[in-house]
């Protein structure tokens, strides 16, 4: 099972929001991640997705983007970003979603090799705009991350297993100063081996994030512009089967 990642779909939604007013390397950008994933995605391969998945505002809106990449290749683990007003009752979307498609909120999925966990994260408090309302949801969201890092926990050590946990954010947890967050220290904590992340668009912004090994976390950025609009190869065929 080779496990990918890509994040900021902006699939329309019916919103009628076309990508291309964020610069003209956006164009066409739904058909390119597309015909990429369809290229280089295997049926048992699994694809991570943290995140502003659609711009539909309710979920019978957001249903068809859902639908078109249950279509694709692999199975899927979807988290929640900022833009994704959607996301609604999640037993009414896991009912609605077909199998293979796997939904992150407050718990963890078990994929075989490994296991998947996370949460939306927030404006980090060494933000210069981070505001009272942000600490409310800043903290909020460190609750909800240890939340699934908890069920990620028991998931990897069931039965005696000791499986790798990896955590999506759709917020980047740690910023390129590498100073320490409420979200490392939890990732820290639970021995995750591997985050990604997304949120990120253009090159100043990519440049904002840390990427790289910190505390024994493999941190990355897969926003959809930063990799070209293609899913990202982020391990191939290690994990024990």
């Given at each position: 099972m080779n496990l990918y990642a890509i994040a900021d779909l902006h699939l329309d939604g019916g919103a009628g929001k076309p990508m291309d007013v964020f610069g003209p390397h956006w164009a066409g950008h739904s058909e390119r991640i597309f015909g990429s994933w369809r290229e280089t995605v295997g049926e048992d391969d699994c694809v991570l997705i943290p995140g502003d998945?659609?711009?539909?505002?309710?979920?019978?809106?957001?249903?068809?983007?859902?639908?078109?990449?249950?279509?694709?290749?692999?199975?899927?683990?979807?988290?929640?970003?900022?833009?994704?007003?959607?996301?609604?009752?999640?037993?009414?979307m896991r009912e609605a979603l077909p199998g293979g498609m796997f939904l992150i909120q407050n718990d963890a999925v078990d994929m075989g090799p490994f296991v998947v966990c996370g949460s939306r994260g927030w404006l980090l408090p060494s933000d210069s705009d981070?505001?009272?309302?942000?600490?409310?949801?800043?903290?909020?969201?460190?609750?909800?991350l240890e939340l699934s890092l908890s069920a990620a926990k028991r998931?990897?050590?069931?039965?005696?297993?000791?499986?790798?946990?990896?955590?999506?954010?759709?917020?980047?947890?740690?910023?390129?100063?590498?100073?320490?967050?409420?979200?490392?220290?939890?990732?820290?904590?639970?021995?995750?081996?591997?985050?990604?992340?997304?949120?990120?668009?253009?090159?100043?912004?990519?440049?904002?994030?840390?990427?790289?090994?910190?505390?024994?976390?493999?941190?990355?950025?897969?926003?959809?512009?930063?990799?070209?609009?293609?899913?990202?190869?982020?391990e191939k065929s290690e994990f024990p089967e």
């Open positions: 998945i659609s711009w539909a505002m309710r979920f019978a809106d957001a249903l068809p983007d859902l639908m078109a990449i249950s279509e694709l290749p692999g199975k899927k683990v979807l988290l929640r970003g900022n833009h994704d007003y959607w996301w609604s009752s999640l037993s009414r981070f505001s009272a309302d942000d600490r409310r949801i800043y903290e909020r969201e460190l609750i909800r998931l990897a050590e069931r039965d005696g297993a000791s499986k790798p946990v990896i955590a999506m954010l759709h917020f980047p947890p740690v910023m390129r100063d590498a100073n320490p967050t409420g979200f490392t220290s939890l990732l820290e904590k639970y021995g995750v081996s591997r985050c990604l992340y997304g949120h990120l668009h253009g090159s100043i912004a990519w440049a904002v994030g840390f990427k790289g090994e910190l505390n024994g976390v493999d941190y990355d950025l897969c926003s959809a512009d930063s990799l070209g609009f293609a899913p990202k190869l982020v």
